[in-house]
């Protein structure tokens, strides 16, 4: 099992970037699958990006497509969400979650582990 903590939230305009990082504990981080999921206040908790174990493969929600980059670093146990050209739609706060599988899923559901969340807020 993993423990997660993520970082790197906080408040940016509209236009504006962020980089939000994700600390997991042991040494088996990179038996995990690594997701990226967000909740904005009244709404499900919804998938974001996901990146396979050794980074191989990576997945988007087509509401961030070609804004937003999910990586990994095995060495630091450490996967990253770069946001760039944020939107107020993107707020929300930000989880990081792991997935004990040799595949990249999308469920909420498929995820065993997660961290606290980071607050995201994008003024306009």
């Known amino acids: 099992q993993v423990q997660l903590v993520e970082s790197g939230g906080g408040l940016v305009q509209a236009g504006g970037s962020l980089r939000l990082s994700c600390a997991a504990s042991?040494?088996?981080?990179?038996?995990?699958?690594m997701g990226w999921f967000r909740q904005a206040p009244g709404k499900e908790r919804e998938f974001v990006a996901a990146?396979?174990?050794?980074?191989?493969?990576?997945r988007y929600a087509d509401s961030v497509k070609g804004r937003f980059t999910i990586s990994r670093d095995n060495a630091k146990n450490t996967v990253y969400l770069q946001m760039n050209s944020l939107k107020p739609e993107d707020t929300a706060v930000y989880y990081c979650?792991?997935?004990?599988?040799?595949?990249?899923?999308?469920?909420?559901?498929?995820?065993?582990?997660w961290g606290r969340g980071t607050q995201v807020t994008v003024s306009s």
């Open positions: 990146i396979s174990r050794v980074g191989i493969i990576k």
């Open positions: 042991g040494r088996t981080f990179s038996n995990y699958a």
């Open positions: 979650a792991a997935d004990p599988s040799n595949v990249v899923r999308l469920g909420v559901d498929t995820y065993d582990y």
